[in-house]
């Protein structure tokens, strides 16, 4: 049934993967994974051109939910924000990096399985206010933090956001996602009500706050330990 | 409508435009030129790019990522605030500095719940397709006037600020556009069917629990080249989920979609391809390491992917 199928393309596919585990510039990966693609699939340059220019065009909305609060947040941060969360939070003598995350993943999570998608992001939440936080509160238990373990905190920060967004819009009937499945399945001649397709997701949205729940829970050990560490060496990295 | 995804671009389009002017005034600059090149390219696909010929949007996206690739992107000179001026602007606001950071998810979810559907006329408030986009840019705005407010600033240094802050992004804004683009091209290529034809024709799923893993690494798999589980969702399902597992093994069909798609999340928290959710996020916390992000998900994303594999084989 495929011999005319060209598996050729597949090699945009290894442009991709090359570039990613070399490190080159991600930009001019993607940029040089495109043409192969067109290349390979027998597309005349025009085209290809043509068609790098038009999904550029259709998918201007990406960047512009980053770029619209930029301003807002740069001219907060100009007047001491980022500084501002650190010293509100170091005020809760219980708060802990982990715990604070914990809690984040859960507002997130249910916040987004109610459809509200909006009430969280990189730019506007975890640069500003959560990853501040969340140094804030590691800081003032345990000390200065070394530039690796600083890293995985702040790494942590922006996964809790991506984990409690993904795995909880999907369980919102409304969702695009949602309505991507029922009409692809209807197309299939598989009629399922979308009330259903959501309630199935809710074991997996469980299971992931327990799982990374737990790992940020351990996140705080982590954050000791390397604390500790530090102190037995006696020289601040 | 009154209020069209197409004022947002071009706002997106002035505020990148004022970006280039400051980035080519900027004689300290170490790449004056090329980076002034790069924003100003950007700029006009937001200000004029639907009305350009496709073919020279493509040369342009080429000469960007060209740019990008030869190191022709860095960040300019910035002049923060002195130390004891923002430390005088921390006492007496307080607290208060949270507002407009606040404002910005909360009215986006205030505008685009309050003024969803509502017509002046005959036309909607908010573009019907874009409502949420159209809603962060309202908040965006109006932030801006509460954050300038409040620190007795001006709209001239917060575009300084968003100048500074898109410059440290540099081409990491760019490349979430540029992998939707290759995701185009990959279905318009027929990568999607390859992938199938290979999944489908060198292994063997007589066994029910094969079949469900084929599934459901087979949605992580695909969702990490393409970047994105709407894409991968329909070539898998097609590919495997109707015939196979709802075919042959009779699954319950809103199982299969619903812990499906979630395998395909377990792929998104893995790839550089998601760059919006997965790179951008590094870049904008300044990690030295791109994928500190993306390591600090693979844990999760794998133990997730155990657990559906379980909960469908179970469940369907």
Not at chain 1, 64 to 75: C, E, H, K, Q, S
Not at chain 2, 50 to 71: D, Q, S, T
Not at chain 2, 188 to 201: F, M, R
Request: a positive charge; charged letters at 10%; aromatic letters at 8%.
């Amino acid at each position: 049934m495929n011999e005319s199928l060209n598996l050729w393309p597949l090699a945009g596919v290894a442009v991709i993967v090359l570039g990613f585990i070399l490190r080159f510039n991600p930009m001019l990966v993607v940029a040089i994974a495109a043409v192969v693609t067109g290349l390979a699939a027998h597309f005349p340059v025009e085209t290809i051109l043509a068609s790098i220019g038009t999904g550029f065009i259709k998918t201007r909305t990406l960047p512009l939910i980053i770029l619209l609060p930029l301003a807002v947040i740069g001219l907060l941060e100009r007047h001491g924000l980022r500084r501002h969360a650190q010293h509100w939070i170091s005020r809760f003598a219980r708060a802990t990096a982990g715990r604070l995350l914990i809690g984040y993943l859960f507002i997130r999570e249910t916040t987004a399985a109610l459809g509200l998608t909006s009430l969280g992001g990189h730019p506007q939440m975890v640069r500003p206010l959560l990853a501040p936080m969340a140094e804030g509160a590691a800081v003032s238990r345990h000390g200065p933090l070394p530039a690796q373990v600083r890293q995985r905190l702040l790494a942590f920060c922006a996964a809790t956001d991506n984990i409690g967004l993904f795995f909880g819009e999907d369980i919102f009937v409304a969702f695009g996602a949602i309505a991507l499945m029922h009409t692809f399945l209807l197309g299939a001649g598989i009629d399922v009500d979308p009330l259903h397709i959501a309630v199935w997701g809710i074991p997996t949205a469980i299971s992931v706050f327990l799982i990374h729940g737990l790992r940020l829970y351990r996140l705080d050990n982590y954050l000791a330990r390397h604390a500790e560490a530090q102190q037995a060496a006696g020289a601040p990295a | 409508m009154i209020l069209s995804i197409q004022y947002l671009y071009w706002l997106a389009g002035i505020i990148l435009a004022i970006t280039c002017a400051m980035t080519l005034a900027d004689r300290d600059h170490p790449r004056r030129w090329r980076s002034g090149l790069f924003w100003g390219l950007f700029a006009v696909a937001f200000l004029v790019g639907e009305r350009l010929p496709p073919v020279w949007v493509g040369i342009g996206v080429l000469a960007m990522a060209i740019l990008a690739g030869c190191g022709g992107v860095a960040v300019g000179s910035y002049r923060p605030l002195a130390e004891k001026a923002q430390q005088a602007v921390a006492a007496r606001l307080g607290n208060r500095l949270f507002i407009p950071a606040l404002a910005i998810p909360l009215l986006t979810v205030a505008v685009a719940l309050g003024l969803k559907g509502v017509k002046i006329g005959d036309s909607f408030v908010l573009d019907p397709s874009n409502a949420t986009f159209v809603a962060l840019g309202v908040a965006s705005v109006i932030a801006l006037a509460v954050a300038c407010w409040l620190t007795r600033d001006t709209p001239v240094q917060a575009m300084r600020e968003s100048r500074r802050l898109t410059e440290a992004l540099g081409w990491a804004l760019v490349l979430p556009q540029m992998l939707a683009m290759l995701g185009l091209m990959f279905t318009d290529a027929g990568v999607g069917k390859a992938v199938a034809y290979l999944a489908s024709t060198y292994i063997d799923m007589d066994y029910r629990l094969v079949a469900v893993m084929v599934y459901v690494l087979g949605m992580a798999l695909f969702t990490m080249v393409m970047g994105n589980g709407f894409a991968a969702f329909p070539v898998m399902t097609g590919g495997v989920g109707v015939p196979i597992l709802m075919g042959v093994y009779h699954g319950n069909p809103a199982v299969i979609a619903a812990i499906g798609m979630f395998s395909g999340y377990c792929g998104t928290l893995m790839t550089p391809m998601a760059a919006n959710y997965n790179l951008v996020p590094a870049a904008l916390l300044e990690l030295p390491d791109r994928y500190a992000v993306i390591k600090a998900q693979v844990p999760t994303a794998l133990a997730m992917l155990v657990v559906n594999t379980l909960l469908l084989y179970a469940l369907m």
